[in-house]
């Protein structure tokens, strides 16, 4: 999860209202009532209505209550090896998260299992239950291709564990920023399906009846399964969009640095387009392979969009900072469409950004010319209907120049057939 920029509280003890076996999590909009049955209820929160999110988006949906199975402590143990250090997949400022083994109980003696990831909550962190709730009551509702699936938790005494659908090629932070064999270089075209499923994620929750603000848009929390569709992850800053009658929420700062909208992080004033901020940051790192903020960088470079904007806006420039590790294996012009999207999700003014669907529309349309074939040229190769022309012609004594003319009506009128018919 992102980290908070203003001084830090002790985090709500939660003991003496969640008790191992029952108890109520409460938190304003949010109630739910776990008991030592095998799934939980979150109830009384209506800001998303189960319409809402299937007329906004076809392939996704927002269900009206969670319905997340609750694990226990010794099960999720036994998952990941008393929580072994070397099934550690990554950390952030919620805790560790752990790859397990879930074993499933089949039908007579038989049994299955599967692989999950299981983070746990530091006793150190300063985001604790707020958190760990807001993510199973945003995530736990939320369907949607791009978006990870929570499986479901665990609460027992002073232990928060949150259970998911494990990502096979892990975060896209990995594949940028880390180097070695143990990680490929993306290709251009990977960088692109997971720009759009990205994309697409952040514009399925702006679009739901009532818009849910991301606010933690970064390439660690975009993870990746095994055949490199992106899915979201991480709902723990989310919160709900601003009412009709308003323009924008004003809320506490938190986040990540490099990542964060001018504007929220100036004001507190959180808008939807405040994500698409952070998504045009995130292009600029698939772009040139350097991460948001790297304080090792030469002065003056520290912060990836400050150095960046002017080269993103010029064909020369681009090529001088484009990822080396693409070695040139890239189509430039479609290079530089992204770059052009980048700069207008990274607008100072965010009613001047993008909507998210438009961002998907134009990365599919950037993804579509990238992939066509450019027609064959036919000027510079004679074709056999060519050559009998010149032979004919010659026989006849044309002149040179008389040839050369022939020659091009030949080829115009060859290539004014080969046209592809309009749609």
Not at 20 to 41: L, M
Not at 81 to 105: A, T
Not at 213 to 226: V, W
Not at 297 to 305: E, I, K, S, V, W
């Amino acid at each position: 999860m992102g980290l908070c920029w203003s001084s830090p509280s002790k985090p709500p003890s939660i003991t003496t209202t969640t008790p191992s076996s029952t108890g109520n999590i409460s938190s304003g909009p949010f109630k739910s009532t776990t008991t030592g049955t095998s799934r939980s209820t979150i109830s009384n929160f209506s800001g998303f209505s189960e319409a809402s999110g299937e007329d906004a988006h076809p392939e996704g949906q927002i269900l009206p209550n969670p319905n997340l199975r609750i694990f226990n402590l010794a099960e999720l143990r036994a998952a990941t090896r008393n929580f072994k250090s070397e099934n550690v997949l990554g950390e952030g400022g919620f805790g560790k998260v752990f790859k397990g083994w879930l074993e499933e109980k089949g039908p007579g003696s038989h049994s299955t299992g599967s692989v999950i990831a299981v983070k746990k909550l530091n006793s150190e962190s300063f985001q604790g239950f707020e958190e760990w709730q807001c993510e199973v009551n945003f995530l736990g509702r939320i369907y949607h291709p791009n978006l990870v699936k929570l499986l479901g938790y665990c609460l027992e005494g002073d232990d928060l564990l949150l259970v998911y659908e494990y990502m096979q090629k892990g975060s896209l932070e990995n594949h940028l920023f880390r180097k070695g064999s143990v990680v490929q270089p993306l290709s251009w075209e990977i960088r692109l399906k997971i720009a759009i499923g990205a994309a697409k994620g952040l514009a399925f929750l702006h679009a739901s009846e009532k818009q849910v603000i991301y606010r933690d848009f970064k390439a660690s929390n975009i993870l990746l399964d095994g055949s490199y569709n992106a899915k979201l992850s991480d709902f723990g800053l989310a919160k709900l969009g601003p009412s009709e009658s308003q323009s924008h929420i004003t809320t506490r700062v938190m986040g990540t640095q490099g990542y964060a909208a001018p504007e929220y992080v100036a004001t507190g004033h959180l808008y939807v387009k405040s994500d698409n901020y952070g998504f045009g940051v995130v292009l600029a790192e698939i772009l040139t392979g350097l991460r948001a903020l790297d304080p090792l960088r030469p002065t003056g470079q520290h912060n990836l969009t400050d150095w960046i904007k002017p080269h993103l806006s010029e064909r020369r420039k681009l090529r001088r900072i484009m990822d080396p590790r693409l070695e040139g294996k890239y189509p430039f012009k479609s290079a530089f469409r992204v770059a052009q999207l980048a700069l207008k999700c990274l607008e100072t003014e965010q009613k001047n950004r993008p909507s998210m669907k438009e961002v998907v529309e134009s990365l599919e349309l950037i993804l579509l010319a990238a992939n066509e074939k450019p027609l064959e040229r036919r000027t510079n190769r004679a074709s056999p209907k060519n050559l009998r022309t010149f032979e004919w012609a010659v026989r006849r004594g044309f002149s040179h120049i008389t040839l050369a003319l022939l020659t091009c009506l030949v080829t115009t009128m060859e290539l004014i057939k080969n046209l592809p018919e309009e749609v």
